[in-house]
């Protein structure tokens, strides 16, 4: 019974436990052509809130391009104080690495996976806090990913500095992955100005310094700038989906990359 339940469910899936530990849980949106094509997995794409926490507006924002290029979006919600009253940015993976919050999610694709039939290796979209979880999980389990969108994190880890928190070795896979990254060009507000050492340190310049660090690694990362935006997930979006439609067309191959493209 409740497999023929699941495999009706559609639309909007509401806040679901991760069955591998209840304080974390997710929602879905499972778009109508995955229910008329069941013996197909469907692309998952997985999106992450920032620190607002912002999951299921982040869900909804995805609902039209789900329907129209046939992914599953998951948006996983951690919430503050999951793990500890004083860690609200654990779930960012920040080294050293606490509680494994990329584990979590890797849970939660499981559980996805099996109930409503979606693939395991996945998209993964990240903006702010969302951004900084995006591109660790990168160095964890670069396998996993077929993509990873990463929007103006407020911190960046860069490849000389990720050991021993995250395998060296995983750079070479990470080099297989496609890469995006955006930011507003209006995003220059300094990161803890107060900081001596921070002066211009905006997630603009944080975000920029990470695609150059992983240009220099040999990662190819394409990159939007987007005039008039400043901190603005919502805004930052369209710059993300086009890189994400152009994957899932049907030979995943898209067309040339065009950066700042329709701005």
Known sequence: MRE????YQRGRIPFTACQADPRFSYCLYVPSCHLEQRQAEAPLLVVVHGSGRTAEGFRDAFIEFAEEHGCVVLAPLFPRGAVSADEPDGYKLQPPLGYRYDQVLLSIIEEVAAEYRTAREFYLYGFSGGAQFAHRFAYLHPGRLKAVSIHAPGQICLPHNIGP???????????NVRVHMAVGCEDT???QPEMP???GRSRRTLLLELCEAWEQQGIGVELDEVPGIAH?????????????????LPDGSGEQYQANADY
């Open 232 to 248: 603005d997930g919502f805004a930052l979006l369209p710059a993300g989906q086009r890189f994400f439609a152009r994957l899932l």
């Open 4 to 7: 023929l339940q699941k495999r």
């Open 165 to 175: 928190f995250f395998d060296v070795s995983n750079m070479e896979m990470l080099r």
């Open 189 to 191: 507000h300094s990161i």
């Open 197 to 199: 050492d921070n002066q």
